[in-house]
């Protein structure tokens, strides 16, 4: 599901721009995509959900740009998110970090990535991916002890 | 506190970064242009535009010098992809344009750069001549806190921009992405512009 990027496919596959972006609606789960791609922290499995939303907190407030994960893998990075100014943060979707949202949006693809501009939430289904049933907090030093629930 | 916690975070090593994709597809065009033209002063004192005097590709970040977030993560990879780049045979210049003029001064900025990221070129301005800059990249400054040292901690854009040596956009780079992909990316402009 997660096929890396073949080092001889991105050689072989040089810039070229061509058509205009398309309108997507897109379900997922609005990830953190530093811990999720770098794998620093854990797994896939581990990074997302309840059990990583401190950190993705921490990493959305520090500038990690925000992913939609889509259940087929598929993630899209978060180029604007609806009520966003700007386009080029990735710093002021605190609210709906690990939610799991229906988006609808233009998706434009760019050197092997895909870059979704968010017009509209049109589902916000909160918080539902319980992770941390299985992998409690991930990291654990993300909440500190004097705030960690006895 | 938050300062601490996220520098944890974020000082975990990229190397195993990558990017996922389904399948390669063709490139489309970003919906909105980035760049165009500015005049600001780099860390030598010296008046600087979006041309790059030696005709080299830019790498853009905007930031700060005493920045504990994602600066300490996007400035090591742009040094870091500035240096594989070079030893591949493609110069680039790598840029830091300050969202703090008053932190960042052409005294302090280039130590302050030279600590953790070096060979990165840093420029100030006054503050109407760097909203002018940030608005040209699409990118928002807003103050999150200050911290107990009285630091001032600020959000602002994150991803590094590729621009020609004229100053026009090529691409945009998440930094989320392995400093080996980067360089990927980037040949494959320089490849372009090269003809």
């Given at each position: 599901m997660r096929a890396m990027i073949p080092l001889a496919l991105a050689a072989l596959a040089g810039p070229a721009l061509a058509a205009d972006g398309e309108r997507v609606q897109v379900t997922g789960e609005v990830i953190d995509t530093w811990c999720y791609f770098s794998g620093v922290m854990g797994g896939p499995d581990a990074v997302v959900g309840t059990a990583h939303h401190t950190c993705a907190l921490w990493c959305s407030a520090g500038g990690i740009p925000v992913g939609l994960l889509a259940p087929d893998g598929t993630v899209y990075m978060v180029l604007k998110m609806e009520?966003?100014?700007?386009?080029?943060?990735?710093?002021?979707?605190?609210?709906?970090?690990s939610h799991t949202i229906e988006a609808d949006g233009m998706l434009y693809r760019r050197d092997g990535l895909n870059y979704l501009i968010v017009e509209e939430v049109i589902a916000d289904q909160d918080i539902v991916n319980a992770t941390h049933e299985d992998f409690g907090v991930i990291p654990g030093f993300a909440i500190p002890d004097s705030e960690a629930p006895e | 506190m938050r300062a601490t916690l996220l520098a944890l975070v974020l000082a975990?090593?990229?190397?195993a970064q990558q990017a996922t994709v389904e399948a390669k597809l063709p490139d489309t065009l970003f919906p909105s242009n980035f760049g165009g033209a500015y005049t600001l002063t780099d860390h030598h004192g010296e008046r600087r535009t979006e041309v790059d005097p030696q005709g080299n590709l830019q790498l853009v970040f905007f930031g700060y010098a005493t920045c504990e977030a994602i600066c300490t993560v996007a400035l090591p990879i742009m040094s870091e992809m500035t240096d594989a780049l070079s030893a591949r045979g493609t110069d680039v210049t790598p840029l830091v344009i300050t969202i703090d003029p008053e932190t960042d001064t052409v005294e302090s900025m280039g130590p302050a750069l030279d600590a953790?990221?070096?060979g990165l070129t840093g420029l100030t301005g006054t503050e109407a001549e760097l909203a002018h800059a940030r608005d040209l990249f699409h990118v928002e400054k807003t103050l999150l806190f200050t911290d107990p040292r009285g630091v001032d901690v600020y959000a602002h854009g994150s991803h590094i921009y590729v621009m020609d040596g004229d100053g026009a956009f090529l691409t945009l780079l998440p930094p989320v992405l392995s400093v080996e992909r980067m360089v990927e990316i980037v040949e494959g402009y320089a490849a372009e512009a090269a003809g």
């Open positions: 009520g966003d100014d700007e386009n080029a943060g990735g710093d002021t979707n605190l609210r709906i970090a | 975990f090593p990229a190397a953790f990221a070096p």
